[in-house]
Nanobody, 124 residues
Framework: QVQLAESGGGSVQTGDSLRLSCAAS????????MAWFRQAPGKEREEVAA???????IYADSVKGRFTISKGSDSNIFYLQMNNLKPEDTAMYYC??????????????????WGQGTQVTVSS
């Protein structure tokens, strides 16, 4: 059974940095897409960044140049480095994994497994 566990969220000030981690257990698919989504109160869940098994990455326009998605040397862990955080980045952040390659704009339907979420709060 695949399980995803996020960590690294917290409360920070504008301009600060955080690194989120997602540890995937029970996953062994060679072709995959690993992604971070976020959901703010009253808003839809949106894809923030994704990386596939070939190392191709996708970023939402709102985070380009500030966030970086990467995979650890252990292929079952991946990260979201968030720099220059802004109040509008405040949300619950979820990691997700798909059996397929990443597809820009595919949305939540592409993903087979989800973590429980970690809260990121950025104050001004």
């Amino acid at each position: 059974q695949v399980q995803l566990a996020e960590s690294g969220g917290g409360s920070v000030q504008t301009g600060d940095s955080l690194r989120l981690s997602c540890a995937a257990s029970g996953y062994s698919y060679s072709r995959h897409c690993m992604a971070w989504f976020r959901q703010a109160p009253g808003k839809e869940r949106e894809e923030v960044a994704a990386v596939d098994s070939d190392g191709n990455t996708i970023y939402a326009d709102s985070v380009k140049g500030r966030f970086t998605i990467s995979k650890g040397s252990d292929s079952n862990i991946f990260y979201l480095q968030m720099n220059n955080l802004k109040p509008e980045d405040t949300a619950m952040y979820y990691c997700a994994v798909s059996h397929k390659y990443c597809e820009e704009g595919a949305g939540q339907g592409l993903y087979n497994y989800w973590g429980q979420g970690t809260q990121v709060t950025v104050s001004s």
